[in-house]
């Protein structure tokens, strides 16, 4: 039988070329059209230091990283000793490292058992003796080509590509170090079994999170961009600037958060889409104006890539613990929309949803994601970027007579003006207000447009009853998680249920307004539910029984971030609950 | 045939005005602002609908309510980050940013500055009058060192800063001194500083009758004259010359000088971006995400 999928982990030092190596292996994949999800750690050191990619390639689909990798490959031993716990070899994995590193390890330290394959390669030299002796990378793209038949004459290309680029010599020194690689990768014992076996299909976008959620606010019109750099959400601001002004659009990187939000605002207030992206410590400094942006009824889209927490945290780690500062930091009541991203295509559809969102209602709307999906590529099908696009309604000329800014109407949303627009100029603010916009802090004034205000969200609750559902439509075991743990969740789901075991799956995208009605529809199809989630505090199960009641028996699986969630993790959680045979108690 | 040409808008100064009534004490300083703006306005014969007033939080800060343009009373600190959205993503509307002296200097003092160095398309009037006037009566950043207010019992231990000074220093390119107190003149330094094309900086001495009495406004007539004649408003060492005064006030235009505006520069970044194709569209930066070898 053919394997389903093939994860190959690359370890070593700055300067080995790990993430080049990752970066080739995961373009020739997505241009033969396999499935790829690739990760990159690094140590904290600015340049240099320890460096790690996962490649996970599969002909079908796949949802997470792959947890024990199939193959590992180490330049440095010492290096892979700073990655403990983050990646971790199967027992039955190839293991290929330096000959000449002069740390040891055995197949013992790593729990490689009499299936797997120590093997230790002259990197270095084969380098060397190719006249490139910063290649080990190449030369192990060569290894792997010719032990897994890999396509060789796609990574040739690629190699061709990304070494050529600038110089055709040190191209050819590169496709050098690639046939050493290949020659030495025939002398060691063939092992086809373990190669994937596809036909190449059409290429696929070999795209990251961020990237995403960049193209997502372009396509929803976003011409307007203000950000502030901060791990792992720069890339947003980055691709923002290197494209809006080719769509005739500016960005500014402005001198902190409160000042990126400030802009977003105020450009938007002016009528432009706009955007802006942060992570959980730029967040908190965004929160008084998300106040002035619910109180204003002024749009205004923020991404969260989340990582660990609190405080400077864990940077380049992910976390799931900025829901509750999402769905509540500030003071007031202050209506918003929060919806979670769950991988790297839904960056893109979430973030398009979030302007169609805070556009038609005047509200804010915060993403949610993380470093785990922020910072992965992973292969998209360019078909499936489309999303319909929703635009910010324009006053009639009846809704301009005696115009109000604030009407109260049914849905609580009102016409909104911008500047160019005759008929419609007013004057808002942060203090409450009346209907147009005039200071008002009388106790009735208030409370008829708090109302206004949170009225807002029952259509937005209505019409976007946003979650997934995986699984049989009866289920033993009900899981609930949200955003990034979904990959995770759902590849353990399908795993049980090739084992025959009944195990559904909900996980929300609309996170606040919660989908309540679906959820309850979930948790009476199931017998007992399991929420899973990366975050010390299990704030999403308390942020579930704030909005809806959950049995006395639920499961809660929590941890805190710096390790993405694994199918592993998942697939013992499910085991013991089927072992412990609580699916016959009856129903919660 | 050819048709008459439409007769053009004429705005007078009370066009510019809202049927809202300032929450200021009588006799604040800010009244003179407000109606020097009236009239600067219809001098430049500004398009309400294609002007926008945005402040921050203060006594000062509620002028845009007063004012017959979109306007947008925002949160503390913050008028310049607003207006910079307005002002980047709309250069065809004019932008006035306006505040005070603790609103712009102690908690906006960051934005104050990267404004200032940006050369934001924004004019800046600050309404100075040494104290919190909202909260009703705390020390200010422009509070004089010694002063008892209601946060000094026993005198402002620190000292203060000069507004026109950080401006300059910040990268500010037109930077003026006025006092409410002289209508005619705070009008003619609004106009210079609406026509300016970058950040223009307009410190105005608005004395606060409740909090720090008849005095400051005593004092500040008494001392306020005109910048000599022949005052080099290219100059920064010229301009730092009439800074951190003690015992007169000089008004007129400090500094004024030329230099590309933040939407001149980010005009060039689209310019340069483009080399002369047409906008891009989505689908085509899509297509860069495909493995092309």
Same mark, same amino acid.
């Given at each position: 039988?053919?394997?389903?999928?093939?994860?190959?982990?690359?370890?070593?030092?700055? =300067?080995?070329?790990? %993430?080049?190596?990752?970066?080739?292996?995961?373009?020739?994949?997505?241009? #033969?059209?396999?499935?790829?999800?690739?990760? @990159?750690?690094?140590?904290?050191?600015?340049?240099?230091?320890?460096?790690?990619?996962?490649?996970?390639?599969?002909?079908?689909?796949?949802?997470? +990283?792959?947890?024990?990798?199939?193959?590992?490959?180490?330049?440095?031993?010492?290096?892979?000793?700073?990655?403990?716990?983050?990646? +971790?070899?199967?027992? #039955?994995?190839?293991?290929?490292?330096?000959?000449?590193?002069?740390?040891?390890?055995?197949?013992?330290?790593? /729990?490689?058992?009499?299936?797997?394959?120590?093997?230790?390669?002259?990197?270095?030299?084969?380098?060397?003796?190719?006249?490139?002796?910063?290649?080990?990378?190449?030369?192990?793209?060569?290894?792997?080509?010719?032990?897994?038949?890999?396509?060789? @004459?796609?990574?040739?290309?690629?190699?061709?590509?990304?070494? /050529?680029?600038?110089?055709?010599?040190?191209?050819?020194?590169?496709?050098?170090?690639?046939?050493?690689?290949?020659?030495?990768?025939?002398?060691?014992?063939?092992?086809?079994?373990?190669?994937?076996?596809?036909?190449?299909?059409?290429?696929?976008?070999?795209?990251? /999170? #961020?990237?995403?959620?960049?193209?997502?606010?372009?396509?929803?019109?976003?011409?307007?961009?203000?950000?502030?750099?901060?791990?792992?959400?720069?890339?947003?601001?980055?691709?923002?600037?290197?494209?809006?002004?080719?769509?005739? =659009?500016?960005?500014?990187?402005?001198?902190?958060?409160?000042?990126?939000?400030?802009?977003?605002?105020?450009?938007?207030?002016? =009528?432009?889409?706009?955007?802006?992206?942060?992570?959980?410590?730029?967040?908190?400094?965004m929160t008084e104006m998300l106040g002035l942006a619910s109180m204003a009824e002024v749009?205004c889209?923020?991404?969260?890539?989340?990582?660990?927490?609190?405080?400077?945290?864990?940077?380049?780690?992910?976390?799931?613990?900025?829901?509750w500062q999402a769905v509540f930091a500030g003071h007031g009541d202050a209506p918003r929309v929060v919806?979670?991203?769950?991988?790297?295509?839904?960056?893109?559809?979430?973030?398009?949803?979030?302007?169609?969102?805070?556009?038609?209602f005047q509200v804010p709307v915060i993403?949610?994601?993380?470093?785990?999906?922020?910072?992965?590529?992973?292969?998209?099908?360019?078909?499936?970027?489309?999303?319909?696009?929703?635009?910010?309604?324009?006053?009639?000329?009846?809704?301009?007579?005696?115009?109000?800014?604030y009407?109260d109407?049914?849905?609580g949303y009102s016409?909104?003006?911008?500047?160019?627009?005759?008929? /419609?100029?007013?004057?808002t603010n942060g203090l409450e207000h009346d209907?147009?916009?005039?200071p008002a802090s009388m106790a009735h004034v208030h409370e008829t447009m708090n109302a206004k205000r949170y009225r807002k969200l029952k259509p937005i609750r209505?019409?976007?009853?946003?979650?997934?559902?995986?699984?049989?439509?009866?289920?033993?075991?009900?899981?609930?998680?949200?955003?990034?743990?979904?990959?995770?969740?759902?590849?353990? %789901?399908?795993?049980? @249920?090739?084992?025959?075991?009944?195990?559904?799956?909900?996980?929300? +995208?609309?996170i606040f307004p919660f989908?309540?009605?679906?959820?309850?529809?979930?948790?009476?199809?199931?017998?007992?539910?399991?929420?899973?989630?990366?975050?010390?505090?299990?704030?999403?199960?308390?942020y579930?029984?704030t909005f809806?009641?959950?049995?006395? #028996?639920?499961?809660?699986?929590?941890?805190?971030?710096?390790?993405?969630?694994?199918?592993?993790?998942?697939?013992?959680?499910?085991?013991?609950?089927?072992?412990?045979?609580? +699916?016959?108690?009856?129903?919660? | 045939?050819?048709?008459?040409?439409?007769?053009?808008?004429?705005?007078?100064?009370?066009?510019?005005?809202?049927?809202?009534?300032?929450?200021?004490?009588?006799?604040?300083?800010?009244?003179?602002?407000?109606?020097?703006?009236?009239?600067?306005?219809?001098?430049?014969?500004?398009?309400?609908?294609?002007?926008?007033?945005?402040?921050?939080?203060?006594?000062?800060?509620?002028?845009?309510? &007063?004012?017959?343009? &979109?306007?947008? *009373?925002?949160v503390?600190?913050?008028?310049?980050?607003?207006?910079?959205? !307005?002002? !980047?993503?709309?250069?065809?509307?004019?932008?006035?940013?306006?505040?005070?002296?603790?609103?712009?200097?102690?908690?906006?003092? *960051?934005?104050?500055?990267?404004?200032?160095?940006? *050369?934001?398309?924004?004019?800046?009037?600050?309404?100075? *009058?040494?104290? &919190?006037?909202?909260?009703?009566?705390?020390?200010?950043?422009?509070?004089?060192?010694?002063?008892?207010?209601?946060?000094?019992?026993?005198?402002?231990?620190?000292?203060?800063?000069?507004?026109?000074?950080?401006?300059?220093?910040?990268?500010?390119?037109?930077?003026?001194?006025?006092?409410?107190?002289?209508?005619?003149?705070?009008?003619?330094?609004?106009?210079?500083?609406?026509?300016?094309?970058?950040?223009?900086?307009?410190?105005?001495?608005?004395?606060?009758?409740?909090?720090?009495?008849?005095?400051?406004?005593?004092?500040?007539?008494?001392?306020?004259?005109?910048?000599?004649?022949?005052?080099?408003?290219?100059?920064?060492?010229?301009?730092?010359?009439?800074?951190?005064?003690?015992?007169?006030?000089?008004?007129? !235009?400090?500094?004024? !000088?030329?230099?590309?505006?933040?939407?001149?520069?980010?005009?060039?970044?689209?310019?340069?971006?483009?080399?002369?194709?047409?906008?891009?569209?989505?689908?085509?930066?899509?297509?860069?995400?495909?493995?092309?070898?």
């Open positions: 039988m053919s394997r389903r999928d093939l994860t190959i982990a690359m370890v070593g030092a700055g =300067g080995d070329g790990i %993430v080049t190596m990752g970066d080739i292996l995961s373009q020739a994949g997505a241009r #033969n059209g396999l499935n790829v999800i690739k990760t @990159e750690a690094y140590g904290p050191q600015i340049r240099g230091g320890e460096s790690s990619c996962v490649v996970r390639l599969s002909p079908s689909a796949i949802y997470e +990283q792959g947890d024990a990798v199939d193959v590992l490959v180490v330049f440095s031993w010492a290096d892979f000793g700073r990655f403990k716990g983050e990646v +971790q070899p199967a027992p #039955n994995a190839v293991v290929l490292f330096d000959e000449a590193d002069p740390v040891a390890r055995t197949r013992e330290d790593l /729990g490689i058992g009499a299936d797997g394959h120590w093997l230790a390669v002259p990197f270095s030299k084969l380098a060397g003796d190719a006249g490139a002796k910063g290649s080990k990378n190449v030369v192990g793209l060569g290894v792997l080509t010719a032990l897994f038949g890999l396509a060789e @004459e796609t990574i040739r290309r690629a190699v061709v590509k990304r070494f /050529g680029r600038k110089k055709a010599a040190v191209g050819e020194l590169a496709l050098k170090a690639y046939e050493a690689g290949l020659v030495h990768g025939g002398t060691l014992p063939p092992m086809p079994e373990r190669g994937l076996t596809f036909t190449p299909g059409p290429a696929k976008l070999l795209m990251s /999170g #961020n990237e995403a959620s960049a193209l997502g606010a372009l396509h929803a019109g976003c011409r307007f961009f203000a950000g502030y750099p901060i791990t792992p959400s720069t890339e947003i601001l980055q691709f923002a600037e290197e494209w809006l002004p080719k769509m005739g =659009g500016s960005v500014v990187q402005t001198e902190d958060e409160l000042a990126a939000i400030g802009a977003v605002v105020g450009a938007s207030f002016a =009528g432009v889409k706009s955007m802006t992206a942060t992570s959980g410590p730029g967040l908190s400094l749009p889209v923020v991404v969260d890539v989340q990582r660990g927490g609190p405080s400077t945290g864990l940077p380049t780690k992910s976390e799931q613990s900025d829901l919806i979670a991203a769950s991988d790297v295509e839904d960056c893109f559809h979430t973030t398009v949803e979030a302007f169609n969102i805070a556009e038609e993403v949610l994601t993380d470093q785990s999906i922020g910072q992965r590529r992973e292969t998209l099908d360019p078909t499936r970027l489309v999303h319909d696009v929703v635009d910010r309604a324009v006053p009639t000329a009846e809704e301009l007579v005696e115009y109000k800014r009407r109407t049914p849905d016409p909104m003006s911008v500047p160019g627009l005759k008929g /419609g100029i007013y004057q209907e147009f916009g005039r209505d019409r976007y009853q946003r979650a997934r559902r995986y699984g049989p439509a009866k289920a033993d075991l009900g899981i609930v998680c949200w955003g990034s743990s979904k990959g995770a969740v759902k590849e353990a %789901v399908l795993m049980a @249920e090739e084992r025959g075991e009944k195990v559904a799956a909900f996980i929300p +995208q609309m989908p309540v009605k679906a959820f309850e529809e979930f948790r009476a199809s199931v017998r007992q539910l399991l929420v899973i989630e990366i975050s010390y505090a299990a704030q999403f199960y308390k579930l029984r809806t009641t959950l049995p006395d #028996n639920t499961i809660i699986f929590k941890r805190s971030g710096g390790k993405n969630l694994t199918i592993s993790e998942v697939d013992d959680q499910i085991r013991r609950f089927f072992a412990s045979g609580s +699916q016959q108690k009856g129903a919660a | 045939m050819s048709a008459a040409p439409p007769a053009l808008p004429v705005f007078v100064p009370g066009d510019y005005k809202t049927d809202l009534k300032p929450v200021w004490c009588p006799g604040c300083g800010d009244f003179g602002v407000l109606t020097a703006l009236y009239r600067a306005m219809a001098e430049l014969q500004l398009t309400p609908e294609l002007t926008a007033v945005v402040s921050g939080i203060g006594c000062s800060s509620r002028l845009p309510g &007063y004012v017959e343009t &979109y306007g947008f *009373n925002t503390h600190g913050r008028a310049l980050p607003l207006a910079t959205g !307005v002002a !980047v993503s709309r250069p065809d509307v004019k932008v006035i940013a306006v505040g005070g002296d603790g609103d712009g200097l102690a908690i906006g003092g *960051n934005h104050f500055m990267h404004s200032a160095r940006r *050369n934001l398309d924004v004019t800046y009037i600050l309404m100075d *009058n040494e104290i &919190y006037g909202l909260t009703k009566g705390q020390v200010a950043p422009t509070t004089p060192t010694g002063d008892k207010t209601k946060t000094t019992h026993y005198g402002n231990p620190e000292p203060a800063v000069d507004p026109c000074e950080l401006a300059i220093s910040f990268g500010a390119t037109w930077v003026g001194r006025a006092f409410s107190g002289d209508l005619k003149g705070t009008v003619e330094l609004i106009v210079k500083a609406l026509r300016h094309r970058g950040f223009a900086f307009l410190n105005v001495m608005s004395p606060c009758v409740t909090w720090r009495g008849d005095d400051q406004f005593k004092s500040l007539k008494a001392k306020a004259r005109p910048l000599p004649a022949g005052h080099d408003v290219t100059s920064r060492f010229e301009a730092f010359k009439f800074t951190r005064e003690t015992d007169v006030l000089s008004t007129g !235009v400090l500094y004024d !000088v030329k230099s590309p505006s933040l939407n001149d520069r980010l005009d060039t970044i689209k310019v340069t971006a483009r080399a002369g194709a047409p906008l891009v569209t989505v689908p085509e930066i899509v297509k860069t995400f495909l493995p092309s070898f």
